[in-house]
């Protein structure tokens, strides 16, 4: 006897529901006559037999055919388990039918399911009313395809997150639900079984903005600034997965221009080797002190200028003021800016350095080349006024719009330190590095007067900025070397070797696929087109190039299509595993492994995904994943109200998308258990999130791994800035975000979508309440109690974080603060007092998030979304990892391993 799982039955009930047409017509079934069905087939009781050939499966009763020739029927419902069984068996076995027939046929099966869902669960879930967007009482529940099948497996996992009937509702008996889960068990893995043999094909997708720049990384040397080409536009978690990908016009003239702007850069700098390094310095201080003496100046002519129209007479309207006081007002401005300047002016060092008060240095690299393919060093001599706190010692340094690096700062003006990061270049990105203090954007005052009442108006005196490069290193050189023609008799020997040249381009281009004859004929004659216009070789080649790097070909991933699934290619699958784990096209090695076909075997092509995963390249995947699986986009989305939460800032928004990407990279790279996404003894951060988050001796200015302090709240996604404020609204906590958000992405559990017209949380009370008492009086809405009360629960043990990650005890409650209450009960009874219990709660459901993380980097790396069909092959990855406790590297381990991984 199976043992009793209210989830896994109910799953089963409802998948199985899906297979047989609700409005209670017996489906009809013919199968083939072989002398393989010739059998003894007996009724339920053991008092009838009969030798006879199976005919076919008429509505409620089966045809047999005797030995003398002539025909009987028995109905299905007096058939023996056994004949029922081999029914279903040559039913299931004939392509062009499906499990659901015989089981639409069954009257035991009828019998046994229609009361059972009308006693528990039809009256939520009908016409009227469908709690969790769910309902189950429609006409057809047979499952077509996987998308239907998956929906349901959705629904499922809404409705019986916890345990479904409810806590409160009538519930099935052990026995009842055994019955229907003998039932059931095979109709759904022969379902799977049906679903996988018909799909799991890999669609044509296009290279996302990620792995075009790498792509062209590969080939030219320098990456290409994502900005510059079209937005991703692929379904589901991931940018690698292709349905519904589309390819316009104007698709095609974005990707010609980026073409011909890659060309040129590429061809400046083909086959150069690194230009001598040079240092260019900036004195900030003169700029600086120019400016502050100009302001000074200009507020001298200004009321200078007043007082002469006022001596000689003129009204305060005359003067240019509206009224009489204005006049006063003026001169107290203008004579504070006199002063702050001569204040300024009069500061040690100021003659030597520059203080960063609302000024930002700016910096351009001026005479040192810009070399797309290297990266610069960006030096800071710097010291700290005074004895501020930890958070005034922090310069941020931009480049262009983005925050490229926040530097802690030593030393003092009298005994200045240098401070350094780097400067990676890429097509298309700014020339302009910008330093300023890392703070948010409210007034100075005011930020000082919170962070620092004590202290001084400047924290931090810069005396130099310097940049310092191009610097070269192992993943700058370029695939292809790019002719170049210095003279005329080298421009007509290129012109002779037109065709050579342009196939060998885009053979490289095309992940070592020939081009086609007609095709390459086709960019030959644009060769000659552009050469006889008056073009010259580079030129030429450079507009062919151009057509190349926007062909089909170069931008979308094509595996074979053979009308059906099928193993790849030894080249098809080295080109998997690298998009995978490089976001970019195979190296030679890789190649090599699909010349030789060794990269078929197993053992070969795991060793290969280590040596993937060991190489700085790998660091695309530690990003592409980790970014995407984290929803770290969205988190850039919300917007936080500096006003209220004065510490939060660009500075920190960086470190805290690096904090996420630089901790899975940890997990992988130590191939640690998943587990630590919801629990970790250490942290990866740096020494200004470590400051951010309470945490002494730290000074990292890259992200490190550290022990974590036992008394510290933080440890896995649940303590992490990102994860708490995209949990947030950007002004308050949010106990329904957080909740929904561990339910999606820690237990493989995500929530439907919410009904429609919802009252929002703001709209529950005109009196000011706790979030918790507010979320409570919204899961009084009949239409919000059945999804609301799993998640909501565990937002509230997530409450002593406020909106932007911070630890507290309090909240604030109009005027009042009051203490946070952040126990709960979960469904099913567990309780927990605080965080920490939550933790340990969550952990006891490690194996769903284990699941959930193999489905997301299956997803990923396969370049679809994981259906219905694929549960089983799932399940024995996800088997697999279990003796490890599902640790990280192993999954990447089992996934490359797998038939999954090497079929399209």
């Avoid at 099948?149 to 639900?177: F, I, K, T, Y």
């Avoid at 937005?231 to 974005?254: L, S």
């Avoid at 250490?682 to 200015?701: C, K, T």
């Avoid at 194996?847 to 089983?872: C, N, P, T, W």
Wanted: aromatic share 8%; net charge positive; proline share 5%.
């Amino acid at each position: 006897m199976l043992s009793f799982q209210p989830r896994f039955v109910l799953m089963c009930v409802l998948a199985a529901l899906c297979f047989f047409g609700g409005s209670g017509e017996l489906a009809q079934a013919a199968v083939q006559q072989d002398d393989a069905s010739v059998r003894k087939w007996t009724d339920s009781t053991g008092k009838f037999s009969v030798v006879a050939e199976l005919v076919e499966v008429v509505g409620d009763k089966v045809k047999l055919k005797k030995q003398n020739g002539k025909e009987t029927t028995l109905p299905l419902a007096k058939l023996s388990d056994a004949d029922r069984r081999y029914l279903e068996t040559v039913i299931s076995s004939d392509p062009e039918r499906s499990a659901s027939d015989l089981l639409a046929t069954s009257a035991k099966f009828e019998r046994s399911l229609k009361p059972f869902l009308k006693k528990y669960c039809i009256r939520c879930h009908n016409a009227d009313e469908q709690s969790g967007g769910a309902r189950f009482d429609l006409d057809n529940w047979e499952i077509k395809d996987d998308v239907e099948a998956q929906h349901w497996q959705d629904m499922l996992d809404v409705l019986n997150g916890a345990e479904m009937p409810p806590a409160d509702e009538r519930q099935p008996s052990a026995h009842s639900l055994t019955r229907v889960l003998d039932l059931l068990t095979s109709t759904l893995d022969k379902a799977r079984q049906r679903l996988n043999d018909q799909g799991g094909e890999v669609a044509m997708r296009r290279l996302n903005r990620r792995e075009y720049s790498e792509t062209i990384k590969s080939l030219f040397g320098f990456s290409v600034n994502p900005g510059l080409l079209p937005a991703d536009a692929g379904a589901g978690e991931f940018d690698t997965i292709g349905y519904d990908q589309f390819f316009t016009a104007p698709h095609f003239d974005k990707y010609m221009d980026v073409g011909r702007k890659v060309a040129s850069l590429g061809f400046k700098f083909s086959g150069k080797p690194q230009q001598a390094t040079k240092k260019m310095r900036l004195q900030p201080e003169v700029a600086r002190n120019k400016e502050v003496r100009a302001t000074s100046a200009a507020a001298k002519t200004a009321i200078a200028k007043k007082q002469k129209l006022v001596k000689a007479g003129k009204s305060p309207k005359g003067a240019g003021f509206k009224k009489k006081g204005d006049y006063e007002k003026f001169l107290k401005l203008k004579s504070n800016v006199i002063k702050n300047a001569e204040k300024y002016l009069q500061r040690p060092q100021a003659d030597a350095g520059s203080y960063l008060l609302d000024n930002k240095i700016s910096v351009k690299r001026g005479a040192i080349t810009t070399d797309p393919r290297a990266y610069y060093k960006v030096k800071i001599r710097a010291g700290v006024v005074g004895s501020p706190p930890e958070k005034r010692r922090f310069v941020s340094i931009s480049n262009g719009p983005d925050v490229i690096a926040v530097l802690r700062v030593e030393g003092t003006p009298n005994e200045p330190e240098i401070i350094e990061t780097r400067l990676q270049m890429e097509m298309g990105q700014s020339s302009v590095v910008t330093i300023s203090e890392n703070r948010s954007a409210v007034k100075r005052d005011e930020y000082i007067k919170q962070v620092d009442p004590r202290g001084e108006s400047s924290s931090i005196w810069i005396d130099w900025v310097e940049i310092e490069g191009p610097f070269l290193d192992g993943h700058s050189s370029a695939a292809v070397e790019l002719p170049t023609a210095r003279n005329k008799a080298a421009q007509r020997q290129q012109d002779q070797d037109a065709r050579k040249l342009i196939a060998s381009f885009a053979f490289e281009a095309f992940r070592r696929v020939k081009p086609d004859p007609k095709y390459l004929d086709a960019l030959v004659d644009l060769y000659s087109i552009n050469r006889r216009v008056g073009k010259n070789s580079q030129e030429a080649f450079g507009e062919v190039f151009a057509v190349i790097l926007s062909s089909p070909r170069f931008l979308f991933i094509n595996e074979r299509d053979t009308g059906g699934t099928r193993e790849l290619l030894p080249r098809e699958l080295a080109i998997r595993l690298s998009y995978f784990l490089w976001s970019a096209p195979p190296d030679e090695e890789l190649y090599r492994c699909a010349k030789n076909r060794s990269i078929l075997k197993p053992e070969v092509l795991v060793e290969q995904a280590e040596r993937l995963l060991n190489d700085p390249k790998a660091d695309m995947f530690f990003e592409g994943f980790a970014k995407q699986w984290a929803l770290l986009e969205r988190f850039d989305s919300v917007s936080v109200d500096t006003t209220d939460f004065i510490l939060f800032n660009s500075g920190i928004r960086m470190a805290a998308k690096r904090e996420v990407i630089s901790f899975f990279k940890t997990l992988f790279r130590e191939n640690l258990p998943v587990s630590n996404l919801i629990d970790s003894d250490f942290l990866v951060v740096n020494s200004l999130l470590a400051d951010y988050y309470d945490i002494e001796g730290v000074d990292s200015n890259t992200m490190v791994k550290v022990p974590l302090p036992s008394d510290s709240p933080r440890g896995g996604l649940l303590g992490q800035v990102a994860f708490l404020t995209m949990g947030s609204t950007g002004e308050k906590s949010s106990p329904v975000i957080r909740g929904a958000l561990v339910m999606e992405k820690l237990l493989h559990d995500k929530p439907a979508s919410p009904p429609p017209n919802v009252p929002e949380l703001a709209e529950a009370s005109k009196v000011p309440l706790t979030n918790r008492m507010m979320v409570e009086l919204h899961q009084k809405q009949p239409q919000c109690a059945s999804c609301h009360q799993k998640m909501d629960v565990i937002g509230f043990g997530l409450e002593n974080y406020d909106a932007i990650g911070k630890w507290r005890s309090k909240e604030q409650v109009g005027k009042k603060m009051v203490p946070i209450s952040p126990g709960g009960k979960l469904p099913g009874g567990r309780k927990f007092r605080d965080i920490d219990g939550l933790k340990h709660q969550l952990l006891q459901e490690e194996k769903h998030l284990a699941k959930g993380m193999v489905e997301s980097l299956l997803s990923y790396g396969l370049g679809r979304q994981i259906e219905f069909s694929d549960r089983d092959a799932v399940d024995r990855i996800h088997a697999n990892l279990e003796p490890n406790k599902y640790s990280m590297r192993s999954m990447i381990q089992e996934i490359v391993a797998s038939e999954m991984f090497k079929r399209n």
